[in-house]
Each structure stands twice: as C-alpha cells, then as structure tokens.
C-alpha cells in the first residue's frame, strides 16, 4: 500500500508564500499520478493541481494557476507545491493523493485512486 505524508503547511499573510511536500513510501512516485486537492470544512474537495508520472506533464486549476506550481523530486520519492502570492481564499486543509487514472480524471476526482495522505492545514489570514 503507498503511503503519502503531507508537511509544510502554516500560517501565511497574504500575499506570502509555503511550498507543501507529499512524501511516498512503499512505492516509487514515478509509477503514479499526484493530485492535490484541497477542502474546506462545509465545502466540497477542490482539484488544485496534477503531475504526471510518466511525461511530466502538469495540471492547474483556473484558480491557482500562474500562482502554484507543482513538481517532483524523484530520487526522494516526494512531490512538491509551491504556492505564491497566497489569498485568504487559499485557506484550506490540503491533501495529495497517488492515481493510477490519467490527471484529467484524477483532478476531477474521477479517476482510480490508489492512496491519500492525512492533509496539511494552510490559513492565510493577517
């Protein structure tokens, strides 16, 4: 079973910057695709990114993008997301998750899922 842990969450001020990490064990990130997504309580989960194991290919919903950017280190066997210019509408708690379904379905959470990380809690607020 591929495990995924998330870190590098916190408080931010607008217009600030976190990068959030996904480390995989028990399997090699190369052979799946990694989502982020990320949820408020009360709301339904949100697609906010998608790497492609194979070609790199990378993914960004309209509204994070020019602003995150996701990619992966594979000799650590993590996947990262940058996230700059931060808005209080960030706030959310984020998770990665690991699929097997290309990142056109994975983001839209229609795609087959092989593991979730726990989450990282992000707030930007002053």
């Known amino acids: 079973q591929l495990q995924l842990v998330e870190s590098g969450g916190g408080l931010v001020q607008p217009g600030g910057a976190l990068r959030l990490s996904c480390a995989a064990s028990g399997f090699s990130l190369e052979r799946y695709n990694i989502a982020w997504f990320r949820q408020v309580p009360g709301k339904e989960r949100e697609g906010v990114s998608c790497?492609?194991?194979?070609?790199?290919?990378?993914f960004y919903g309209d509204s994070v993008k020019g602003r995150f950017t996701i990619s992966a280190d594979n000799a650590k066997n993590t996947v990262y997301l940058q996230m700059n210019s931060l808005k209080p509408e960030d706030t959310a708690d984020y998770y990665c998750?690991?699929?097997?379904?290309?990142?056109?379905?994975?983001?839209?959470?229609?795609?087959?899922?092989?593991?979730w990380g726990q989450g990282t809690q992000v707030i930007v607020s002053s």
């Open positions: 790497i492609d194991g194979r070609d790199d290919r990378r």
């Open positions: 998750a690991a699929g097997l379904s290309e990142c056109e379905k994975l983001i839209r959470e229609e795609g087959v899922f092989a593991s």
